[in-house]
């Protein structure tokens, strides 16, 4: 029992470990976007009818005041609010992307914007029991005061931007951005279109109402709008706030100056690159921070969010005197294999003393200043589906026939692979020398990709048997092949130097395709599954025979399923899309 419950209890403690300041943003932000969706497609209501304004806000204001809901959400924007106040003070450099302090912004003016209408509408509720819905601030937008109109179009415009340029952030790096990417936009222009038309014509029908008396009369009452003395109450409370968060906001801009001050006085220590380079940088910088500030290239992806380890440093001599890592910055070096202390994130490593190291990843593809405007090109992590299909005797090949000849039978055989991939809906990624590697899941889901490389195998099978009849001439033997299959964890992205550059996969799942296939000599079969493919695209347990081998760089021996004649395998997948169909 205490066996099966420690990797429980690792598992929960690395997912502690990877949350943080972030994470809480990303949270805290969703509930707040989730809010702001439901509002705007409530403004949108008012396309249809103001009653139909009445009936949704109904509905929107009976789950969002519901109490459980309404701490959460109010816990959240306290939160998220807090969270752009401390990223104003934290972060000391901003030249990674016009568009992060645009965000930051954006973020800020939000509160100063709303307090207004929060306070009218939520706390006059609270306090004085006032009913303020539509209709009410309506005929304030249009009638009483129309120059609070454009305060509150700023504000829904303003909330959206900075609700999509954080899921934007959020989302990029994620396998199916790419393709969720048009949707993504057409929706995010939409929304707030429908939301800003709704509320003209609800506006426009608000107009035509007010020339109503009996509408005033029970529209614009005391009871639902409050007396005079109550207004000035919630002016004041919304001075009184506007004010606080103002200063507020001056206090952190002071403190930044004062921590440049005292950086200064507290001294300044010389960060040494390994390449000659040194710089004198006030203590409290980052190493990458300092790398900015300087213009020094320094490798990051992520923009210094740690979320990526391309900024990893060695630290040349004793690190012992070196501060902990945090939390998150242990999570992506434990999550990436380096439990080297002397390996560190530049990002989130803040030397109070001399330091001299180098980088691990050098920055002349990606500096800096290089963002993924492409994530696939920069470099990404999902799970893949690798194939590793080599030619059999192609040395012998070569030795009884003119160089020319071998290049001929080579290519048809690649040709014939490369097919098959393509018509079982992978893609041909590298060819070296007689083989070749192809990946699947660039496009689908895991089990999909699973099972699209089990019929690829078997339509191989089929290609080099049209192959082997069509060069039967030629051929003292027929062309056999290896077959090795694999899925897992992968980073993707483009490989090379300068103008030779290959998008390509790199992991561990990738170099067990490539040993399980050299495996299919020595066990005597044409392909070998690992058993995390076979699961993955629902194979039954009994389809394949099952065999236990030890790969090269692993502590545990593998299971895997060895195919003998991969032929088989069309049977299997036609059962697939039978039962699919």
Same mark, same amino acid.
Request: charged share 20%.
């Given at each position: 029992?205490?066996?099966?419950?420690?990797?429980?209890?690792?598992?929960?403690?690395?997912?502690?470990?990877g949350?943080?300041?972030?994470?809480?943003?990303?949270v805290?932000?969703?509930?707040?976007?989730?809010?702001?969706?439901?509002?705007?497609?409530?403004?949108?209501?008012?396309n249809?009818?103001?009653?139909?304004?009445?009936?949704g806000?109904?509905?929107?204001?009976?789950?969002?005041?519901?109490?459980?809901?309404?701490i959460?959400?109010?816990?959240?924007?306290?939160?998220?609010?807090?969270l752009?106040?401390?990223a104003?003070?934290?972060?000391?450099?901003?030249?990674?992307?016009?568009?992060e302090?645009?965000q930051?912004t954006?973020?800020?003016s939000?509160?100063?914007?709303?307090?207004a209408?929060?306070?009218g509408?939520?706390?006059?509720?609270?306090?004085?029991?006032?009913?303020k819905?539509y209709p009410?601030?309506?005929?304030?937008?249009?009638?009483?005061?129309?120059?609070?109109?454009?305060?509150?179009?700023?504000?829904?415009?303003?909330?959206?931007v900075h609700?999509?340029?954080?899921?934007y952030?959020?989302?990029r790096?994620?396998?199916f951005?790419?393709?969720?990417?048009?949707f993504?936009?057409?929706?995010?222009?939409l929304?707030?279109t429908?939301?800003?038309?709704g509320?003209?014509?609800?506006?426009?029908?608000?107009?035509?109402?007010?020339q109503?008396?009996?509408?005033?009369?029970?529209?614009?009452?005391?009871q639902?709008?409050?007396?005079?003395?109550?207004?000035?109450?919630?002016?004041?409370?919304t001075?009184?706030l506007?004010i606080?968060?103002?200063?507020?906001l001056?206090?952190?801009?002071?403190a930044?100056?004062?921590?440049?001050?005292l950086?200064r006085r507290?001294?300044?220590?010389?960060?040494?690159?390994?390449?000659?380079r040194?710089?004198?940088?006030?203590k409290?910088?980052?190493?990458?921070?300092?790398?900015?500030?300087?213009?020094?290239?320094?490798?990051?992806?992520?923009?210094?969010?740690?979320?990526c380890?391309?900024?990893?440093?060695r630290?040349?001599?004793d690190?012992?005197?070196?501060?902990?890592?945090?939390?998150?910055?242990?999570?992506?070096?434990?999550?990436?294999?380096?439990?080297?202390p002397?390996?560190?994130?530049?990002?989130?490593?803040?030397?109070?003393?001399?330091?001299?190291?180098?980088?691990?990843?050098?920055p002349?593809t990606?500096?800096?200043?290089a963002h993924a405007?492409?994530?696939?090109?920069?470099?990404?992590?999902r799970y893949?589906?690798?194939m590793?299909?080599?030619? !059999?005797?192609?040395?012998? $090949? +070569?030795?009884?026939r =003119? &160089?020319?000849?071998? /290049?001929? *039978?080579?290519?048809r055989f690649?040709?014939?692979?490369?097919?098959a991939?393509?018509?079982?809906?992978?893609?041909?990624?590298?060819?070296?020398?007689?083989?070749?590697?192809?990946l699947?899941?660039?496009?689908?889901?895991?089990?999909?990709?699973?099972?699209?490389?089990?019929?690829?195998?078997?339509?191989?099978a089929?290609?080099i048997?049209?192959?082997?009849q069509?060069?039967?001439h030629?051929?003292r033997e027929?062309?056999r092949?290896?077959i090795?299959?694999?899925?897992?964890?992968?980073?993707?992205?483009?490989?090379?130097?300068?103008?030779h550059?290959?998008f390509?996969?790199?992991g561990?799942?990738?170099n067990?395709?490539a040993?399980?296939?050299?495996?299919t000599k020595?066990l005597?079969?044409e392909?070998?599954?690992s058993?995390?493919? !076979?699961?993955?695209?629902? $194979? +039954?347990?009994?389809a =394949? &025979?099952?065999q236990? /081998?030890a *790969?090269?760089?692993?502590?545990?021996?593998?299971?895997?399923?060895?195919v003998?004649?991969?032929?088989l395998?069309?049977?299997?997948?036609?059962?697939?899309?039978?039962v699919?169909?």
């Amino acid at each position: 029992m205490n066996h099966m419950a420690s990797p429980s209890r690792e598992h929960l403690q690395d997912m502690a470990r990877g949350i943080g300041l972030r994470q809480v943003r990303i949270v805290t932000g969703a509930i707040m976007f989730a809010y702001l969706i439901s509002h705007f497609l409530n403004h949108a209501l008012g396309n249809i009818s103001t009653q139909a304004l009445a009936i949704g806000v109904y509905y929107h204001t009976e789950f969002w005041q519901f109490l459980p809901v309404a701490i959460v959400f109010y816990s959240a924007c306290l939160v998220h609010t807090g969270l752009g106040i401390w990223a104003l003070y934290q972060r000391r450099e901003f030249h990674w992307k016009a568009i992060e302090p645009l965000q930051l912004t954006l973020g800020l003016s939000i509160p100063m914007l709303i307090v207004a209408h929060v306070v009218g509408v939520r706390l006059g509720q609270t306090l004085y029991g006032h009913e303020k819905l539509y209709p009410q601030e309506l005929y304030t937008f249009f009638i009483a005061a129309p120059n609070r109109l454009w305060t509150m179009l700023a504000v829904l415009v303003i909330a959206w931007v900075h609700g999509c340029i954080g899921l934007y952030f959020w989302l990029r790096l994620r396998p199916f951005f790419q393709r969720a990417a048009p949707f993504l936009l057409a929706t995010a222009v939409l929304i707030p279109t429908l939301a800003m038309l709704g509320i003209y014509q609800g506006g426009r029908a608000t107009i035509a109402d007010y020339q109503d008396a009996d509408w005033r009369r029970e529209e614009l009452s005391v009871q639902k709008l409050g007396t005079a003395a109550q207004g000035t109450t919630l002016e004041k409370i919304t001075d009184d706030l506007t004010i606080g968060y103002l200063g507020l906001l001056g206090l952190v801009l002071l403190a930044r100056g004062a921590r440049a001050l005292l950086e200064r006085r507290g001294g300044m220590i010389a960060l040494s690159y390994g390449n000659g380079r040194t710089l004198r940088v006030p203590k409290g910088l980052s190493v990458l921070e300092a790398s900015l500030r300087y213009n020094v290239p320094h490798a990051s992806v992520c923009g210094g969010r740690a979320r990526c380890s391309t900024c990893r440093i060695r630290i040349i001599g004793d690190h012992a005197g070196l501060p902990e890592p945090s939390p998150r910055e242990a999570f992506v070096l434990h999550r990436v294999g380096n439990d080297d202390p002397s390996i560190r994130l530049a990002c989130q490593l803040r030397p109070t003393a001399d330091l001299n190291f180098f980088q691990l990843f050098l920055p002349s593809t990606t500096s800096a200043n290089a963002h993924a405007a492409n994530p696939a090109r920069v470099g990404q992590e999902r799970y893949l589906v690798s194939m590793f299909v080599d030619m !059999r005797g192609s040395t012998q $090949l +070569a030795e009884k026939r =003119l &160089p020319f000849d071998t /290049v001929f *039978i080579v290519n048809r055989f690649l040709g014939a692979v490369s097919q098959a991939v393509l018509e079982a809906g992978g893609r041909p990624n590298q060819f070296i020398g007689d083989g070749m590697l192809a990946l699947f899941g660039l496009a689908t889901d895991r089990q999909v990709a699973c099972r699209q490389a089990l019929r690829a195998a078997a339509l191989i099978a089929t290609h080099i048997d049209e192959l082997n009849q069509f060069l039967s001439h030629d051929l003292r033997e027929p062309i056999r092949f290896g077959i090795g299959i694999h899925g897992g964890e992968v980073i993707v992205g483009d490989i090379g130097y300068r103008d030779h550059m290959v998008f390509t996969a790199l992991g561990d799942a990738v170099n067990v395709a490539a040993r399980l296939q050299d495996m299919t000599k020595a066990l005597a079969c044409e392909a070998i599954i690992s058993d995390e493919v !076979r699961v993955t695209a629902g $194979l +039954a347990d009994d389809a =394949l &025979p099952a065999q236990e /081998v030890a *790969i090269r760089g692993r502590n545990e021996p593998m299971t895997v399923r060895t195919v003998e004649k991969t032929q088989l395998l069309s049977t299997l997948v036609d059962d697939w899309r039978a039962v699919a169909a």
